[in-house]
């Protein structure tokens, strides 16, 4: 079974509309941390966030907010206002704390292509 | 400047000729790993070092060894490369202090095997 599900594959959506990326994931660790990473066409990773599992406030950088709730296991990603730079695959990512084995470990989803057209 | 370099970027190469990709961070990390991203998978671990002589294997190592002499570099090695291991390779690096839990990427290596 996956740990991280991104369900939605591709989203396009027009220059200045919000949209909203979901992200899902499953662990049975009471420490763990969600992450999400930019992959913009040029192929590089960029670090966006890190919440902890101890740690539910929603938070908000600009025109990104995350909303995290333990409660439905999501982790989802909204740009406000979106921008054609806003364009590239976004990836939410899991790493378990509780098992020194997998300590650090990043369990990808799939990934969600977000396209904005001008 | 912290970084993760990872060289070469670009590589085509045949079936059975073997090759490395180098790894190599300047931040102390203790972590280090491999991943392979293809299409429609996302990103996938190959192997993961917790630190100098440690090595284990991810998700998917099959057709790749590592080796972890030294603290700041982590090469990925392909004694026979097949056409499966096309794909995007990035290295990772992390520290193990506390709640930073925080990986970074190096830039990718795109590797095509003909």
């Known amino acids: 079974a996956q740990k991280v599900t991104q369900a939605q594959t591709e989203i396009s959506v027009v220059e200045k509309e919000d949209v909203t990326l979901d992200c899902v994931y499953e662990?049975?660790?009471?420490?763990?941390?969600l992450f999400w990473y930019k992959q913009p066409p040029s192929g590089e990773l960029v670090f966006l966030i890190r919440r902890n599992s101890f740690d539910e406030q929603n938070e908000i950088s600009g025109r990104y907010s995350w909303n995290f709730q333990k409660s439905t296991s999501s982790f989802n990603f909204t740009i406000t206002a979106s921008q054609v730079v806003d364009s590239a695959v976004y990836f939410c990512a899991l790493s378990e704390a509780d098992r020194g084995s997998t300590l650090g470990r990043l369990y990808f989803g799939r990934g969600t292509q977000l396209t904005v057209w001008p | 400047e912290a970084q993760v370099t990872q060289n070469p970027r670009y590589l085509i190469t045949v079936t059975g000729k073997k090759l490395t990709v180098t790894c190599s961070q300047n931040?102390?990390?203790?972590?280090m790993s491999w991943y392979r991203q293809d299409p429609g998978l996302g990103l996938r671990q190959i192997y993961y070092s917790m630190n100098v002589e440690v090595t284990d294997k991810g998700d998917v190592p099959e057709g790749y060894k590592v080796s972890r002499k030294e603290k700041r570099n982590f090469p990925l090695i392909l004694e026979s490369p097949s056409p499966n291991q096309t794909s995007l390779y990035f290295c990772a690096s992390r520290s193990r202090t506390g709640y930073t839990d925080t990986q970074y990427f190096g830039p990718g290596t795109r590797l095509t095997v003909l």
């Open positions: 662990t049975r660790d009471t420490t763990y941390y």
């Open positions: 931040m102390n990390h203790e972590y």
